[in-house]
């Protein structure tokens, strides 16, 4: 293992883990947006090296779950107008909205649905926001500000308990574990696993493909290979800890199949297109990094030491130049460098 590709590395104040990170463009400049398994909410500024905690207003973990301890395991961020949304959820938690630098309360976690843990992806449809939760199915919910007759996820009176309801995409049979959100040729599709892989229409909910999974499925992601769109999950079974397969979006065919190499569990998969090389990167259990090329399935350069659990990658652009971020266990985050 090497850490020559390590570019910078920057621990929160707390010290305390990192659970989920997502990277917010704000005027121009990455902001890693962590929370950690303490319930704070962290942003870190990676060109200047600054943190700041970032409070949110009106939240009470035990309103709206068990109160033995809050867990925020996904967030996801959208920004509308300069202004950065924040979303988080857990397996005590439903999922919550909040503008992120202010910390005020936009939309309060809704009492029926106190859990997420496959995952959250938010994304702007004109001026609505859209936010799915991976549940015991993905569950989409909208927030329009422009609308002030309801509450931001459907009203709260009981006489309209049905309207607060998400959209809930079906075919799933197990809780969600792996969630994303993307464009096939235009259209907002959703692919999500559990005991298969779905590959979803999200508007319409229409099932668009089906794959069996032999294995758990943690990661899921939606790319394209030169220029052809594709599905990549990572699975574990009893002969690997992490299997990535890639199937062809359109029609359906697997393209790839080939083992990460890592000793523990995969938990953690993101995607990019780097100049003609769609990159694959994994984050798993045993501390280790490991960046595929998926045009033919070879790892490049040796896995990247973390040092300590990873549970959380994302690949960003960084002053001209694409980046991959890990953190984990130990609270910090970690910029690498994808090629050797």
Request: charged fraction near 25%; hydrophobic fraction near 40%.
């Amino acid at each position: 293992m090497t850490d020559t590709r390590l570019i910078k590395s920057s621990v929160n104040p707390s010290e305390t883990n990192i659970q989920d990170f997502v990277v917010a463009h704000v005027k121009g400049r990455p902001l890693v947006v962590c929370a950690t398994h303490v319930h704070e909410v962290w942003t870190w500024d990676m060109a200047s090296d600054e943190w700041v905690e970032r409070p949110l207003a009106d939240f009470d973990n035990g309103a709206y779950g068990i109160p033995v301890y809050p867990d925020f395991l996904h967030v996801a961020v959208a920004v509308v107008d300069g202004r950065v949304l924040f979303a988080a959820g857990g397996a005590r938690q439903g999922p919550g909205l909040w503008d992120l630098m202010s910390g005020d309360l936009l939309n309060a976690p809704p009492e029926f649905r106190t859990w997420v843990h496959g995952g959250l992806a938010m994304f702007q449809d004109g001026q609505r926001t859209v936010l799915v939760a991976g549940g015991s199915g993905p569950a989409v919910w909208v927030w329009d500000p422009s609308d002030d007759e309801v509450e931001p996820w459907g009203p709260s009176d009981d006489e309209y308990a049905e309207e607060q309801e998400p959209r809930e995409l079906p075919g799933h049979g197990d809780d969600v574990r792996g969630l994303a959100v993307g464009l096939l040729r235009g259209r907002p599709v959703v692919v999500s696993s559990s005991d298969n892989i779905l590959l979803s229409d999200l508007e319409s909910g229409e099932l668009l493909h089906e794959w069996s999974a032999d294995g758990l499925v943690h990661a899921v992601a939606l790319s394209e290979i030169g220029g052809r769109p594709v599905v990549l999950a990572v699975m574990e079974s009893d002969e690997t800890a992490g299997e990535i397969r890639v199937w062809d979006a359109v029609d359906g065919d697997l393209i790839e199949d080939f083992s990460t190499g890592h000793t523990d569990r995969v938990s953690a998969v993101d995607v990019a297109v780097i100049g003609d090389r769609t990159l694959a990167v994994t984050g798993s259990d045993d501390g280790t990094v490991r960046v595929f090329d998926l045009s033919d399935g070879q790892q490049i350069g040796a896995p990247l030491a973390h040092e300590g659990e990873v549970w959380t990658v994302a690949v960003t652009p960084l002053e001209g130049r694409q980046v991959v971020l890990t953190a984990g266990r130990g609270g910090a985050v970690r910029v690498w460098d994808p090629l050797p």
